[in-house]
Antibody, heavy 118, light 108 residues
Framework: QFQIVQSGAEVKKPGASVKVSCKTSGSTFTPYSIHWVRQAPGQSLEWMGWIHSDTGKTGYSEKFQGRLSITRDTSASTTYMQLNSLRSADTAVYYC???????????WGQGSLVTVSS | EIVLTQSPGTLSLSPGERATLSCRASQSINNNYLAWYQQKFGQPPRLLIYGASSRATDIPDRFDGSGSGTDFTLTISRLKPEDFAVYYCHQYNSSPHTFGGGTRVDSK
């Protein structure tokens, strides 16, 4: 069974960077993408970007262009999301999720809370 | 960017009642590339429906997705206590992916 485990909570100061990891395990017979989605407190979900498991190709929401980097380490079955120049509005739970073969995202990681505060 | 508008914002119902949730898109979603998720407090979203009407693995048949183009509906035929949660629609037809603002289904 495919599973995802994310890294723990982080507290960062404005202007700093954060790097969240997303470790996958379990068998999969088809290539897939890992997507990153964030959720600010009490808010809806916001898609940030994705990376393909095989090719490493990435795509980003224009909102985060220049600040966001998604990378992978295939040997460690881990994907990383780095967000730079953090501001208080970046305080959110950050989720990674696998693309579901039929569409949508499934499963999701448990989420990583990133708090940006001076 | 495709904007998804969900209504109502909150639905107050009793167990056993029928819930009808709406998701309207600002432009047509080709190939019905629309999903629905359930989210409970402190948990990640759970995929319920993909392709507008296909149930994900282990999702009970009381959850039914329908619609096409710009209008989509999630129906929960007979609410169970575990169904009280927030529901989001998600379009993956075009980049950026977008989500609706959510509908909260709570107990009357």
């Amino acid at each position: 069974q495919f599973q995802i485990v994310q890294s723990g909570a982080e507290v960062k100061k404005p202007g700093a960077s954060v790097k969240v990891s997303c470790k996958t395990s379990g068998s999969t017979f088809t290539p897939y993408s890992i997507h990153w989605v964030r959720q600010a407190p009490g808010q809806s979900l916001e898609w940030m970007g994705w990376i393909h498991s095989d090719t490493g190709k990435t795509g980003y929401s224009e909102k985060f262009q220049g600040r966001l980097s998604i990378t992978r380490d295939t040997s460690a079955s881990t994907t990383y999301m780095q967000l730079n120049s953090l501001r208080s509005a970046d305080t959110a739970v950050y989720y990674c999720a696998r693309s579901h073969l039929g569409g949508g995202f499934d499963p999701w990681g448990q989420g990583s809370l990133v708090t940006v505060s001076s | 960017e495709i904007v998804l508008t969900q209504s109502p914002g909150t639905l107050s119902l009793s167990p056993g009642e029928r819930a009808t949730l709406s998701c309207r898109a600002s432009q047509s979603i080709n190939n019905n590339y629309l999903a629905w998720y359930q989210q409970k407090f402190g948990q990640p979203p759970r995929l319920l429906i993909y392709g507008a009407s296909s149930r994900a693995t282990d999702i009970p048949d009381r959850f039914d997705g329908s619609g096409s183009g710009t209008d989509f509906t999630l129906t929960i035929s007979r609410l169970k206590p575990e169904d009280f949660a927030v529901y989001y629609c998600h379009q993956y037809n075009s980049s950026p992916h977008t989500f609706g603002g959510g509908t909260r289904v709570d107990s009357k």
